[in-house]
């Protein structure tokens, strides 16, 4: 009896010495560029994390052949995009153009100077340089531009229409304060959007970008290892969703806790483990807020209700969503993020209106708790506990819904919760190169890195993509927060820029930096052990393979800041 009882709970131990192997096994080697920006960050604690992390490294593996497929659609986008858009030296960065010097913003009682510190780089050198701007702009002030813009063009008959439809687009709720429809973009720039797409002789890159949105030319497709992507393009009919899920459960890393979830209409050929965050946030989400801005280019319906039965089946469908201590909370914030800016665009309809109370309470009873207890609970618990660098990606993603679901909702407390956080956020994710944060550990640190730049580029494209819209999102409605953390946001866009860059043209990084180069840059690991990022020490710091645990005085400390993870850019979701 004994014997047979083995033999019934043989699988169970050989499923159970696979989910412990080595990680650094044949099978379960996590070490590729790919697996470590994907898993890298995952917690192995408990039995259960570590088995995340090796399902995560699997799913993570890139076949030769997914590759190379992978490089050649990349490449045939890189050439239509240098069609589309040929390459051109911006002004301010032109040494010897016309804004070579600071601008004179004609300062006076309504805007006061201030000092903000710049990286500028010739070849992989760099200093810094210190430029005189407006140390904030009121809401008197951009209002006042604005109006003042508008008002010009009331007197040029040409561009009248532009101010016409603005005054007919434009409302203010009497109770919030809030300007509507202001997504992105506000009144004024869907007015001029419409204007310069229904004039093609009118010269504008927005045609361009225009083209792009609808075909998705020269996007450079986010290709997963099996070689699925999602669509690039806008198409008013014949999109694969909505792909609205009564239930949600995502963990670390993306995963789905359970394939049952996924919707039946899920794409063939996507990746089923990831499926709630590719219906939620990389179809749905990235379709909603595309097809509401194609509807304002177009005024063609067929967009705007392609939009907003994507927001009306999630409204419908969606009963819970997670996981609380896993990547529900991010996950609802970029997800959501989207939808708030689309529905804010096509608030005005009449299917926008009927929609919107659902929407509203939809979010407060699913979707906003998850965000108020990582926000409110997780994170001040963790600081108050000691935690280092806490603030990151979440953090400005959940800022940017917030703030978009604020205005959506006419709800001011909410809109001030999201640029709270914003503060909060950018101000310690953005610290680094200035004052005490110049040199830290021995690494000289330049002014724009951000507490993610040296866990991985992709990361730090999400917390810096998500700053951008929210702080866009706070412009509409009068409110600068670009200042933020001394105008840090410029310095972190003008560093990433220029990493990305340098990866494009296979040139090297800025100095103190070095190529990752698929862990090939860095020096080898200990016998038995491989190389982890540690966000809160910003080092990386040697695991050992069997056990997952940090080897003690295991910290690589060799004054070299290693860049990985800029080939895998997020989508159009996550960046503005």
């Given amino acids: 009896m004994q014997f047979r009882q083995l033999l019934l709970l043989l699988p169970c131990l050989v499923l159970l010495v696979a989910l412990l192997a080595p990680a650094g096994s044949a099978e379960f ?11 890298g960050q995952l917690p192995v604690e408990t039995a259960s994390q570590q088995a995340e992390y090796i399902a995560c490294c699997q799913a993570n593996v890139v076949t030769p052949a997914a590759a190379a497929e992978a490089t050649r659609v990349a490449a045939a986008a ?16 032109d040494p010897n153009g016309p804004r070579s010097t600071s601008l004179n913003f004609r300062w006076g009682s309504c805007l006061k100077r201030r000092l903000v510190v710049m990286p500028t780089f010739v070849g992989t050198s760099w200093t810094t340089v210190k430029q005189t701007v407006p140390s904030t702009l009121s809401r008197n002030v951009i209002n006042s531009v604005r109006d003042r813009a508008l008002s010009i063009l009331a007197t040029r008959a040409a561009l009248s229409s532009v101010h016409n439809t603005y005054a007919s687009i434009t409302s203010v709720n009497a109770a919030s304060s809030f300007v509507h429809p202001a997504g992105l973009s506000g009144p004024a720039e869907l007015a001029t959007l419409r ?3 229904a004039n093609p002789n009118f010269r504008s890159p927005q045609l361009g970008a225009f083209s792009v949105l609808l075909s998705g030319e020269g996007v450079p497709p986010k290709t ?3 070689g699925w992507a999602p669509p690039t393009n806008c198409p008013a009919e014949g999109y694969a969703g909505p792909l609205a899920m009564s239930k949600v459960q995502v963990l670390y890393g993306g995963r789905e806790a359970d394939s049952a979830n996924c919707p039946a209409n899920f794409p063939a050929g996507a990746p089923r483990d990831i499926c709630g965050h590719i219906s939620f946030v990389e179809m749905d989400g990235q379709m909603a807020i595309k097809q509401a801005m194609a509807y304002w280019a177009t005024s063609d319906m067929r967009y705007a209700n392609n939009a907003l ?21 991010l996950e609802a914030g970029w997800g959501l993020a989207c939808m708030a800016k689309a529905l804010e665009l096509l608030r005005d309809l009449p299917r926008g209106r009927a929609i919107l109370p659902s929407f509203v309470a939809y979010v407060d009873n699913i979707l906003m708790p998850l965000m108020d207890t990582y926000v409110i609970g997780m994170t001040i618990t963790a600081l108050r506990n000691g935690a280092k660098n806490v ?11 917030m703030i978009s679901f604020g205005v959506l909702a006419d709800d001011r407390g909410r809109y001030n919760i999201g640029t709270e956080l914003f503060m909060n956020a950018t101000r310690d994710y953005l610290k680094w190169g200035r004052g005490m944060m110049s040199t830290v550990d021995g690494v000289q640190r330049i002014p724009g890195e951000c507490t993610e730049t040296l866990r991985d580029i992709y990361h730090a494209e999400f917390g810096l993509g998500s700053a951008l819209q929210a702080a866009e999102m706070a412009f509409q409605q009068g409110d600068d927060l670009y200042m933020a953390g001394g105008h840090a946001l410029a310095s972190a866009m003008e560093l990433h820029a220029r990493i990305i860059m340098a990866d494009k043209k296979k040139e090297e990084p800025p100095l103190g930096f070095k190529w990752y ?49 800029v080939k895998f850019l997020p989508t159009g979701a996550h960046l503005a």
């Avoid at 080697?29 to 898993?39: D, F, G, L, P, T």
């Avoid at 050439?79 to 911006?90: C, F, K, N």
């Avoid at 491989?530 to 393979?545: G, I």
């Avoid at 056990?547 to 400390?557: A, D, Y």
């Fill in 195 to 197: 204007f310069r797409v």
């Fill in 78 to 93: 890189a050439v239509v995009r240098q069609e589309l858009q040929p390459a051109q030296m911006r002004p301010d960065l």
């Fill in 517 to 565: 180069n698929d862990g090939k840059g860095l020096p080898p690991a200990p016998a038995g052990t491989e190389y982890r990022f540690d966000m809160a020490k910003q080092l990386w710091v040697a695991t050992d393979k069997t056990t997952f645990k940090p080897v003690p005085g295991g910290e690589l400390r060799d004054g070299v800041k290693y860049l990985l993870g």
């Fill in 29 to 39: 080697a996590c070490n590729s560029e790919r697996q470590v920006v994907s898993c």
């Fill in 224 to 226: 997963y290892p099996g």
């Fill in 309 to 329: 039965s994507i927001i009306e089946a999630w409204t419908n469908t969606n009963a819970a969503f997670g996981l609380q201590k896993e990547n529900g909370p």
């Fill in 391 to 401: 603030y990151g990606n979440w953090h400005t993603t959940i800022a940017d819904a």
